[in-house]
Nanobody
Framework: QVQLVESGGGLVQPGGSLTLSCAAS????????MGWYRQAPGKQRELVAS???????TFTDSVKGRFAISRDNTKNTMYLQMNSLKPEDTAVYYC??????????????WGRGTQVTVSA
């Protein structure tokens, strides 16, 4: 079985910073693209940032210059460094990863999410 577990969410003031982590565990052969998504109340889930195994990255326009995504392939862990946070960044943040396990083709797995609240 594969698990993705997010951590690092919390309450932060506008302009503050948080770092989210997403750790994958289980019978993992390889991990391809990983991504951070977020869903605010009443809104659709959106892709915030993604990173390939080779460390190529993409960002949604609203977080460019403020967020950084990285991964440690030796630890099967992905990070999202969030700076200059704004109230509109408030959402549940989810990680998603394309993971290959033994005897199966790669499949997408999701974490359960971590709440990020930006408020004074």
């Amino acid at each position: 079985q594969v698990q993705l577990v997010e951590s690092g969410g919390g309450l932060v003031q506008p302009g503050g910073s948080l770092t989210l982590s997403c750790a994958a565990s289980g019978s993992i052969v390889s991990i391809g693209r990983m991504g951070w998504y977020r869903q605010a109340p009443g809104k659709q889930r959106e892709l915030v940032a993604s990173i390939t195994a080779g460390h190529s990255t993409t960002f949604t326009d609203s977080v460019k210059g403020r967020f950084a995504i990285s991964r440690d392939n030796t630890k099967n862990t992905m990070y999202l460094q969030m700076n200059s946070l704004k109230p509109e960044d408030t959402a549940v943040y989810y990680c998603k990863a394309s993971i290959e396990v033994r005897l199966s083709p790669p499949s997408d797995y999701w974490g359960r999410g971590t709440q990020v609240t930006v408020s004074a």
